[in-house]
Structure formats: structure tokens, C-alpha cells
């Protein structure tokens, strides 16, 4: 298991504290902006945002899918099209795709222990694939 993102260092066998911590660090307009936890078989689960402007996307080499979660409370300042902006560039996502850092650190704490994502994320194909 690899931990990387934005200006923090490699980790190769991270933590939960650890995951939790530079997940709650992350910002949109800040030095640490995205993050990924990959396995030895090349999947992974990535974020961009921080705070309460996360996007959370999955990737499984075995079936090439690249996935976005979402979740079933849209959120009500942003409106389907609004763009997150990060030090990677810029993601347009839907008014589902918005998720706080909590739920992030949650989604990456199932996706380490290879246990079941909480019953409100669902998952859709992410654009372009």
C-alpha cells in the first residue's frame, strides 16, 4: 500500500492516523490539494479538494473502470457544473459529487482495509471513461 499526495512524502505502508491526518489536511487552494492510496495490484483511490470541497474517485486495474463516488444529498450551494478548482487543475462535478473530508478519510480507511464503503457512497463511471 502506497500513500502519496501533494507535497507530503511517500508512505508505504500508512497508518490510519496517517491517512486521517493528511486527508484533514488537504485544501483546495492550499499546498496539499490531492492525495491517492494504491495497492501492490495498481488500484487506488484518489482525492482532490479539501475540506468540505472533496472529490473522491476509484480506479480497478483489472476492469480499467475509473469511478467517481457520489452520494444521495446533493449539495446545495453547488449546483451540477460547479468546478473545483485544485493545484492539479480543474474537475467539473455534479451537485452529488461534493464530499466533506471526514467522509473521505472514512472511504479511504475501507478502501486500505478492503471492508465495504459506507451505504451513502455509491459510485458512477468518472468522466471520460
Request: charged content about 25%.
Amino acid at each position: 500500500m502506497r500513500f502519496e499526495g501533494q507535497n507530503f512524502s511517500e508512505l508505504k505502508a500508512p497508518t490510519d492516523a496517517q491517512i486521517r491526518r493528511r486527508v484533514l489536511a488537504l485544501q483546495s487552494a492550499g499546498r496539499h490539494s490531492y492525495a491517492s492510496l494504491t495497492r501492490e495490484d495498481g488500484s487506488y483511490i484518489q482525492v482532490a479538494g479539501g475540506r468540505s470541497t472533496c472529490m473522491v474517485e476509484r480506479f480497478d486495474p483489472a476492469s480499467g473502470k475509473r469511478e467517481r463516488a457520489f452520494h444521495d444529498k446533493p449539495h446545495p450551494f453547488f449546483t451540477d457544473g460547479t468546478q473545483l478548482v485544485f493545484a492539479a487543475g480543474t474537475l467539473t462535478l455534479k451537485s452529488d459529487e461534493w464530499f466533506a473530508a471526514d467522509a473521505v478519510v472514512e472511504m479511504f480507511l475501507c478502501f486500505k482495509d478492503a471492508r465495504q464503503y459506507p451505504t451513502a457512497v455509491s459510485w458512477r463511471p468518472a468522466p471520460g471513461f
